[in-house]
């Protein structure tokens, strides 16, 4: 496991190389979108990132690969959320919305970002589209 997880906009984020550590910035993160929602990017090796919402009821996740160059990727949500409405997170500075069917519980988006973290690559275990 080696990555970066990166929250807040005036520091350089948390290096995590075992579970210990993800466990740990994950903690301080979820700290931190208790007070504000939020988005939290793990990036690995290459460059490539997945964005994590936290501090609702369900969570969002986003892929960008290194290059920065489509294909991006998003979850495909298997929770519903209240009439339609977009989810909203604080993004370094400014208010992301995505659509209610990004929307997968909090437990399993945590879990995705494990994942990516150990293997580089988007979990097996959710549904991704291309957006």
């Known amino acids: ?4 997880i990166k929250w807040r906009g005036d520091e350089d984020g948390h290096l995590v190389t075992c579970d210990e550590e993800f ?10 979108a208790a007070r504000q ?9 290459d460059g ?13 996740l986003s892929y960008v690969g290194a290059s920065g160059s489509p294909p991006y990727f998003s979850s495909q949500g298997s ?11 604080h993004y370094y ?14 437990e399993d988006a945590v879990e995705a970002a494990h994942y990516f973290c150990e293997h580089g690559e988007l979990s097996p275990q959710l549904d991704w589209v291309e957006v």
Not at 1 to 4: I, R, S
Not at 37 to 45: F, H, K, Q, R, S
Not at 79 to 89: H, N, S, T, W
Not at 98 to 106: I, M, T
Request: proline share 7%.
């Open 1 to 4: 496991m080696h990555a970066k």
């Open 23 to 32: 466990r740990h910035a994950f903690s301080e993160a979820e700290q931190d």
């Open 37 to 45: 929602p939020l988005i939290a990017v793990v990036t690995v090796g």
């Open 48 to 60: 490539d990132s997945l964005s994590i919402g936290l501090g609702r009821e369900v969570s969002v």
């Open 79 to 89: 929770v519903r959320v209240r009439d339609g409405e977009g989810v909203v997170f």
């Open 93 to 106: 500075g400014h208010w992301s919305e995505f659509p209610p069917s990004a929307a997968v519980p909090v």
